[in-house]
């Protein structure tokens, strides 16, 4: 069974391009594009992995991302940015971020970043 990956991201092109992507490799997608329709997603459709942009308009990364903690401590956070800098890194990790993506580089790290977060998954599956 494939694998529910939660993409959020507010620019439509970008989100329907790496949407069609993270298909192409053999996961199921989610597609939100702010981080109010991220939360709801991930309370009702329960996704395994959630691949998220630092930057939006309203409710940005870093908050929606607090919110997520709330709801689920340990599903992996993939975090990207078309602005990588220092302040968004440090940011993120203290929220527990599996990995941080600058966009530029988006379509090879975050499948590896994928690969990474997919096997935290099933290893916490081993332990259950």
């Known amino acids: 069974m494939a694998k529910k990956i939660l993409l959020v991201d507010d620019e439509t092109d970008f989100l329907d391009i790496m949407g ?3 298909r192409s490799w ?3 997608v989610i ?5 109010k329709e991220a939360i709801e997603a991930i309370r009702r459709k329960e996704p395994e992995i959630v691949i998220l942009d630092y930057l939006m308009p309203e409710m940005d990364g870093i908050d929606t991302l607090k919110q997520i903690r709330r709801i689920d401590k340990d599903i992996p956070v993939i975090m990207f940015t078309a602005y990588p800098e220092m302040k968004a890194i440090d940011g993120t990790e203290k929220l527990g971020v599996s990995a941080f993506v600058p966009k530029l580089s988006v379509y090879t790290d975050v499948q590896i970043s994928l690969k990474s977060a997919i096997n935290m998954v099933e290893k916490k599956l081993i332990k259950s």
């Not at 597609?31 to 981080?35: C, F, P, Y």
């Open 20 to 22: 069609e992507r993270i």
């Open 31 to 35: 597609l939100v594009s702010n981080g």
């Open 26 to 28: 053999g996961y199921e």
